[in-house]
């Protein structure tokens, strides 16, 4: 091991790191909104020209593998001459834009799940007690369904947005100098793996372990009535 | 198939690469993951460290990050070895068994925590009444906990599956032939990558819905006599 390597191209990795931060918080960012507005649709419509094609999306970005996402948006669109004629093309013969764009599909799609289980579960009396103060459906969506099944959606939510942050890895692959593209632009310059993707994954690793400590902390205050006693603290 | 430009036979044998690849890593993990599972539920601290140490570090880092490691890391480490024993020539590590290796690994620290899961949910009291029996430790895991932890470990299993069948397409990055590089040597030969990788995508679709369906039935079958109140 020679980290004086790693020490020389310390600025590579930072600009990894940052990178990396950008897309997942972009990603997530974004993925939760389509995820909240398709997860409501999915739990109070009926109507199949809106529920089909959102079960179609989730189905699709949940069925088949991120990578694939990525190279039909990033190399696929290039194929429509419609495409490049207009001014999407713009953003999508971008990487990073391609990534972003399809990292917040995916986790949305994935994020929509999660919250329409959630959904479906909020507790039968928590419902009856709105309808009878008297509360519009808006009003009851705001006020009561909504932040009751964002609690019991934090567990899985939180794992989804690891899994992100783990997903964004795939961004070097089409070029983007994420944590994982400094490693491997260092691997290729030095023929040094491990010092490489041994840094990669320990700064991978304290992100990983950095999130799960506030997600932690967050279940431990929002969650705190459905633990056992003596073990929430805030 | 047309629409493929006569690569659908390509596809097709890179399909078949792809469930290999995915069934022998799914084996490795399973194997992994009782392993971990036993290690962390065993009295003996050393082997508990271990498999939390695993568990943890596996979790913690992408698969992209770990398989690259595995790759460029495993080759330079076996000719190093090699050079140590006294070989002089370059050793080439294959691609399939790196990648296998490599997912099975990856996939082992998560079936460890599911098999955990599952075995803590087989009643102590059907165990001890296994060793009442007179039955040793390798039996009462054989007769009494390895069939009564399926059911509680499919739904696990299942997830861990769907995740690992995705995970196989990062093979490709390394230089394996499945449907995935299969799909971009496609694209890049005819200019039509959103075909190609509409294809790999639908070949993916079909894999996973299979599996769902399969795995609905193994979960009624191994819950029959179960009561759901």
């Known amino acids: 091991m020679n980290y004086s390597i790693i020490l020389e191209n310390a600025g590579i990795y930072w600009e990894g790191i940052g990178n990396t931060l950008e897309l997942v918080s ?31 999306f989730v189905y699709f970005f949940r069925g088949t593998p991120l990578l694939i996402q990525m190279f039909l948006v990033y190399y696929g669109m290039g194929q429509f001459d419609w495409i490049k004629s207009t001014f999407l093309w713009d953003y999508f013969k971008e990487a990073h834009f391609c990534a972003l764009f399809v990292f917040a599909l995916n986790t949305g799609a994935y994020t929509t799940e999660i919250f329409r289980g959630s959904i479906i579960n909020t507790p039968r009396g928590e419902i009856e007690a709105a309808k009878a103060a008297g509360m519009s459906q808006l009003l009851m969506l705001r006020r009561i369904i909504l932040p009751s099944s964002f609690r019991r959606a934090l567990p899985a939510y939180g794992n989804e ?36 993707f041994v840094t990669a994954g320990l700064l991978y690793m304290t992100i990983t372990f950095s999130m799960v400590w506030v997600l932690k902390r967050m279940e431990n205050r929002w969650l705190a009535h459905l633990q056992r006693n003596g073990s929430s603290r805030g | 198939m047309m629409p493929l430009q006569g690569y659908g036979p390509s596809i097709w044998s890179g399909t078949l690469l792809t469930i290999n690849v995915s069934l022998v890593s799914l084996l490795i993990a399973m194997i992994l993951g009782i392993l971990g599972a036993l290690a962390k539920l065993s009295g003996i601290r050393l082997l508990k460290i271990i498999a939390q140490v695993y568990t943890t570090v596996i979790r913690g880092i992408p698969d992209l990050v770990v398989m690259l490691l595995v790759f460029f890391g495993g080759q330079t480490l076996v ?73 509680h470990a ?61 795995l609905q039935w193994l979960e009624k079958k191994y819950s029959f006599g179960v009561r759901k109140d």
């Open chain 2, 154 to 214: 499919i739904p696990g299993f299942g997830n861990n599956w769907l995740v690992l069948t995705k995970a196989t397409a990062l093979v490709s990055i390394i230089g394996l032939d499945d449907m995935v590089r299969k799909a971009s040597l496609a694209a890049g030969a005819t200019r039509m990558p959103f075909t190609f990788y509409a294809a790999v995508a639908f070949m993916y679709l079909m894999i996973t819905t299979v599996s769902v369906y399969l």
């Open chain 1, 26 to 56: 972009l990603s997530v960012f974004f993925g939760f909104f389509i995820a909240v507005i398709l997860a409501v649709i999915l739990t109070n419509s009926t109507n199949l020209f809106l529920t089909l094609p959102i079960r179609a």
């Open chain 2, 79 to 151: 000719n190093q070895l090699a050079e140590i024993v006294g070989y002089d020539g370059y050793i080439d590590i294959n691609p399939y068994i790196a990648g296998v290796s490599t997912i099975g690994f990856i996939f082992g620290a998560y079936m460890t925590e599911t098999f955990r899961g599952a075995i803590l949910a087989v009643p102590y009291g059907q165990l001890e009444a296994g060793y009442a029996y007179g039955m040793g430790r390798r039996l009462v895991f054989l007769r009494i906990l390895l069939p009564q932890m399926v059911r």
């Open chain 1, 161 to 196: 947005i690891i899994f992100m942050l783990h997903g964004t890895a795939l961004a070097s692959v089409i070029t983007i100098v994420d944590i994982t593209g400094a490693a491997r632009i260092v691997n290729s310059r030095f023929y040094s793996p491990y010092e490489a």
